[in-house]
């Protein structure tokens, strides 16, 4: 009886084990994964984000997720293609019109072959060389956003690639000089762009680019101020906000990264569109206006068209023999 009392004793230890065995995968898989516990967007509107713990000293780089950064995604891939594409294809439309009813402002009275001093060298190497930074600047920004869609497909994956990553390069390093540039800029014209009641006289004139009107303007007119000013408020702000984004949470976190970018990309590309109309209007736009960024002078005729008060105080200021004025034959020499 001791005997088969141990037996069945030893029985029901082994069926108890194996019961536990059994029981254990069974309630292993009673775990319901799609509870409320577990459920990421339950976690995002308990703790406004998902994150961890890390090793490394930035304990911000724990976050895996936060609902700000949806958003930002959306407006990254969607609203500012839409925002930048409008913008400057629109800008781009409104220049061809123009150009094509329009067509380049001519000297009315013609070229006099004596010229004026109108930008110094000092003043025309600070305009070229932000200038050409910030076409640099906004061909590599631009790809930033358009490269995917629009450059990839053409050129495949290791030719973006490459490019991408110097382009990237140029983008970092001429932010530099590029900033330096509108400090000099501010500091060098800050006198002769407050606006006055003659910029309200040349804007309600069409600034002469109709007809054959020329208001009367100082050395800047009621444009070059607005473009003085996108270029020192619009140059600052990129700055601002891409010296945030190229040195990361040095003094932010990430949401302020976030709308760092958000700024940053809105104002470069409203600032493409703006220095389109600006490029035109230098170049092919108007005769003569090339020159004054060009040699530094222009020709008389443009400057009493153009720039009519400007003309008079400088010609007052100057006299009549001082070589202000002069054949521009011996202004190129």
């Known amino acids: 009886m001791a005997s088969f009392g141990r037996f069945i004793r030893l ?46 000293p930035d304990q911000r780089s724990g ?12 407006f990254r891939d969607v609203t500012l293609r839409w925002i930048g594409g409008i913008a400057i294809i629109g800008m781009t439309a409104l220049i061809m019109i123009f150009y094509l009813t329009r067509g380049m402002v001519r000297l009315e009275s013609g070229r006099s072959g004596r010229t004026i001093v109108r930008f110094n060298v000092f003043e025309r190497f600070v305009h070229w060389m ?26 495949g ?30 500091l060098m014209w800050i006198g002769g762009n407050i606006p006055n009641k003659v910029d309200i006289e040349w804007a309600k004139r069409g600034g002469g680019l109709f007809g054959h009107d020329h208001p009367p303007a ?5 444009g070059q101020k607005a473009i003085y000013w996108i270029v020192v408020i619009g140059g600052g702000l990129v700055a601002a906000t891409g010296y945030a984004l190229m040195f990361p949470f040095y003094g932010t976190g990430i949401e302020g990264m976030q709308i760092a970018q958000v700024v940053h990309s809105i104002v470069a590309v409203l600032f493409v569109a703006a ?31 153009h720039h009519s008060l400007w003309f008079d105080q400088e010609t007052a200021r100057a006299g009549p023999n001082d070589g202000q004025s002069r054949p521009a034959t011996e202004a190129a020499e």
């Open 11 to 56: 029985a029901f230890g082994v069926c108890t084990l194996l019961l536990l065995v059994m029981a254990a995968p069974a309630s292993a898989q009673q775990v319901n994964p799609t509870a409320s516990s577990v459920k990421e967007q339950q976690l995002l509107q308990e703790l406004n984000r998902i994150q961890g713990r890390v090793s490394i």
């Open 275 to 305: 220095m389109l109309a600006h490029i035109y209007i230098g170049t092919i736009g108007m005769e003569g206006a090339f020159e004054a960024m060009g040699t530094g002078e222009v020709d008389v005729n443009w400057a009493r068209e």
């Open 157 to 186: 994956f290791e030719a973006f690639s490459e490019w991408s990553q110097w382009a990237k390069y140029a983008h970092n390093y001429l932010s530099f000089p590029f900033t330096l540039g509108v400090v000099l800029i501010f």
């Open 63 to 74: 976050v895996l997720e936060q609902p700000q950064g949806r958003e930002w995604r959306e």
């Open 130 to 155: 932000t200038a050409t930074c910030f076409i640099i600047l906004a061909i590599s920004g631009l790809n930033i956003t358009f490269g995917r869609p629009l450059l990839l497909p053409l050129i």
């Open 218 to 222: 100082n050395r800047f007119n009621g």
